[in-house]
C-alpha cells in the first residue's frame, strides 16, 4: 500500500513550509510526524490486528499467502443448510446416516435381480381412511419387514415397492398418477412392472401380517386384509450397523423413515415453499417458538364427520393447551412466537383469542392460506368443503407439517399420530433440540419417542 507522505514531513532537519500546529517532534532531531499520520497508522495497525483474529492464514499448495474466510459457526451452518422462511427437506441421497441407507437399500443396481416385498391396498382402498402419518407409518413398518426379510435375511434382503391402485388422497391428481407418487417421490427405482404377478410361480401373497412364507420366493405381497405389519425385532441390521436394534436411536430410525415417505415431488416442494414464505415472518427464531399442532374434528370421540375414521381422543379444551405455552414460557420467558395449526376451522380463531388475552407477548404464526378441511380421514378430504381439493389439502397439511419444523417447544396429543409425526422428524431433521408437553397421552412406542426421543 502506497502511504502519502505528510505536508508536516521534516526532511534533513529541516521543517517544510506546509508545517501545521499539529505537529509532533522528536527531540533526536530526525523525523517528526504530524498526528494525522499517527491516526492513520493506529488505525491501520488496528484493522491488521483484526483481521489477524478473524482469519486463518495458511500456504496454498503454489506458496502464495491464502487468505481463509473464518468458519462458520455450527448454528450458522444449520440455518444455510435449513432455512427457516423457505423450504428445506433432507436429503436421502447426501445426508448419511439411516435415510440414505433407506434411499440405497430402494435404489438396487439391478431390479432385475431384487427381491420385492409389494405393500398392497386395502381391497376396499376407495374407503381406506388412514391419513397422511398413518400412511408414512404403516409404510416404515412394511419397509423393515422388507428390509429384513420378516427377522430373516439369509437369503437376502427386499426391495420395497407399493401397488398401482388409487390412493384414496390422490383423487383427481393433475400432477401424476392418482396413487402416492402424485405427492410424493417413488419409493423405490423398481416398480410393479419389475416384480412378479400375483398368483405366479414366483410370488406369494400372504393371509395376514404373521404369516409364514418361503424366504427364496422372489416378490411378497402383503395381505390386503391387514391394516398392520408384521413386528420385526431386528430393525437395523440391513443398515450395516452391528449389534442391536435397542444400541441404536429407534427416533433416529423412524424419523428416517418419515422422512423418506414424505420426501415430495418437485411441485408439491414448490407449493409449500411459496406458502411457508407467505406464513413465516422473517423475525422467527425457532428457539424461542412454540409449536401447538391441535388435532381435532375426526380424531375427538363422539364427533359428528360423516365418512371419517372413529375418534379416539377425549380432546382436551383449548385452555389445556394454553397452559402448557404458558408452562413453556415460564420456562423459558424468551419465547416469542407460537405457531399454531389444525384442520378444524373452528379451532385456531378461538385459540388465538386466548393467546391474545392471557400471552399478548407473544406472536401468533399461521399457516396462510390453510383448507382446513375438517378432517384427517383420507378417504373424503375433498367432500368437506366445496371449494377445497385433494391437492390444496395435502399442500396445507404439509405446509402445516414444515411450519412445527420451525418449533423448538410442543404441545402434543399423542393419541394423534399426526402430533407424534411432527415431534418425531423435528427432534432429528428440526433446527433445535425438543422439548413437549403431551395433553392427550398414548402408551405406544410411536408416542414415547414423540413424547422424549429415544
Known sequence: MKIPRSPSAVVSGRRTPQSSPSTTTRRGGGRTLSSG????????????????????????SSGDLVIAAPPSSAATQQQ??????????????????????????????????????VMQSKKNNEGDNRGLSAWASITYMHAIHAFGDGDNSTLGRRVLVNDERLWPMAKNCRHGPETRECFF??????????VDAPHSPNA??????????????????????????????????WSGLPG????????????????????PQPWLRE??????????????????????PIRRSDKCM?????????????????????????????MDPLIQHVIVTSEDPTVCPEFIQLISKELPQLTVVQNVGDVQQGTGSASKLESYKATANNEDVIASAMTSLHLHLRARYFVLTTKSSWSCTI??????????????????????????????GG
Not at 436394534?245 to 418419515?258: E, G, I, R
Not at 359428528?304 to 408452562?327: F, H, I, K, M, Q
Not at 415431534?423 to 397421552?441: E, F, H, K, N
Open 204 to 237: 406369494v401373497e400372504l393371509a395376514d401380517a404373521k404369516d409364514e412364507y418361503d424366504r427364496s420366493i422372489r416378490t411378497i405381497y402383503s395381505s390386503p386384509n391387514s391394516l398392520y405389519a408384521r413386528n420385526v425385532k431386528d430393525q437395523t441390521s
Open 423 to 452: 415431534s418425531i422428524l423435528a427432534r432429528i431433521y428440526g433446527v433445535a433440540d425438543i422439548y413437549t408437553i403431551d395433553i392427550g397421552r398414548n402408551r405406544n412406542m410411536y408416542s414415547q419417542m414423540a413424547r422424549r
Open 185 to 194: 417421490l417413488p419409493l423405490s427405482s423398481c416398480g410393479m412392472g419389475d
Open 271 to 292: 407449493e409449500i415453499d411459496r406458502r411457508l414464505r407467505r406464513s413465516v415472518p422473517p423475525d422467527l427464531d425457532p428457539r424461542r417458538t412454540v409449536g401447538v
Open 80 to 117: 444455510q443448510r435449513r432455512p427457516v422462511g423457505s423450504f428445506w427437506w433432507p436429503s436421502p441421497e447426501t445426508d448419511g446416516g439411516f435415510l440414505s441407507a433407506v434411499h440405497r437399500m430402494q435404489h438396487p443396481n439391478d431390479c432385475r435381480a431384487s427381491k420385492f416385498f
Open 244 to 263: 442391536q436394534t435397542s444400541d441404536h436411536s429407534q427416533t433416529a430410525l423412524t424419523a428416517a423413515f418419515l422422512a423418506y415417505t414424505l420426501n
Open 37 to 60: 499520520f499517527i491516526l492513520w497508522l493506529s488505525v491501520s495497525l488496528i484493522v491488521l490486528v483484526q483481521l489477524a483474529l478473524l482469519t486463518t492464514f495458511r500456504c496454498g
Open 302 to 330: 363422539h364427533h359428528n364427520v360423516t365418512g371419517s375414521a372413529g375418534g379416539e381422543l377425549d380432546c382436551p379444551p383449548l385452555e389445556v393447551y394454553l397452559d402448557a405455552v404458558r408452562s413453556f414460557v415460564k
